[in-house]
């Protein structure tokens, strides 16, 4: 924070002070002319002091004009700047709701709790994890779009309004691959919206079947989580009566029971199972 509040003040100050401080201030004391009947022309180069010198500082110079749009491409563009601005601050959202990151990150504090861990590993290696193994499970799909929408937008082949069209229907087709047969979660959001019963996987509209893929992938991550934390409640169990038995109340079962979890999770590989068969799980 030091840090960063110097470099404020810093930058504050070059912006306030006049670039022509900054370079008498650098520049050395010359020495004082004699008293003469006549001085000469002035010798001082571009780089011995004064503004000139000054001139060579890299100091940038930023500037943002706002103005009246003058024609109906203007306004459409800079409603277009204003979309991707939009769609860049909802990257996050996009990544976790439509991708299998949600799914993967769920699965991996299920783990963390069953384990009894508080802070090892930290959450920011678990997501990292997360994040690459959703990387490692979507890059096909990646692909895909980058093939057929992102790279035709940048030669100028496509427009815009058809680019996002077509790098939907990757994401649409993984979606729709994950849900399978249960295709309930479709069902509740069509039958919220009094909307018609779809014929193909076309009828579904997006913003119905983004809400379902979430309900989906969270059910089967639950369901993981329970199948995880059945052989660790057993030895929960066992400690607790174990503890019991020998009088010793005041002794918190968790103490006892976590070595033996992590000895049992190392044993088995556990995060080599758990991540070959969270990347199996996805279709």
């Known amino acids: 924070m030091r840090r960063i509040a110097s470099a404020l003040l810093l930058g504050g100050l070059l912006a306030v002070l006049p670039l022509g401080a900054y370079a008498q201030a650098a520049a050395p004391a010359a020495p004082s002319a004699p008293a003469g009947p006549a001085a000469g022309p002035s010798t001082a180069g571009p780089g011995r002091g004064g503004v000139a010198g000054g001139a060579n500082l890299p100091v940038p110079f930023v500037d943002f004009n706002v103005r009246t749009a003058r024609n109906n491409q203007e306004v459409a563009l800079s409603v277009q700047l204003l979309l991707l601005l939009t769609v860049l601050a909802l990257a996050p959202s996009i990544l976790i709701l439509m991708t299998c990151f949600l799914r993967i990150a769920i699965v991996f504090d299920f783990i963390k709790r069953a384990l009894s861990l508080q802070s090892a590993p930290p959450n920011q290696v678990m997501m990292g994890l997360a994040l690459f193994l959703t990387l490692f499970i979507m890059w096909p799909t990646f692909s895909q779009i980058y093939q057929s929408s992102l790279k035709p937008f940048g030669d100028g082949k496509m427009g815009l309004t ?122």
Do not use: Y
């Open 162 to 283: 058809e680019a996002v069209s077509t790098a939907e229907k990757p994401l649409r087709i993984f979606m729709f691959r994950q849900i399978g047969n249960d295709a309930e979660p479709i069902r509740l959001f069509m039958s919220m919206r009094s909307l018609p019963k779809p014929q193909t996987l076309a009828d579904v509209p997006t913003w119905v079947l983004i809400p379902a893929f979430v309900i989906h992938e969270m059910t089967v991550a639950f369901k993981i989580g329970i199948l995880l934390f059945i052989p660790f409640i057993i030895i929960d169990m066992v400690v607790a009566s174990t503890l019991m038995s020998m009088g010793m109340i005041m002794l918190p079962p968790v103490m006892i029971s976590m070595p033996f979890k992590l000895i049992l999770f190392v044993l088995v590989d556990g995060w080599g199972l758990l991540t070959m068969q969270l990347v199996r799980s996805f279709k």
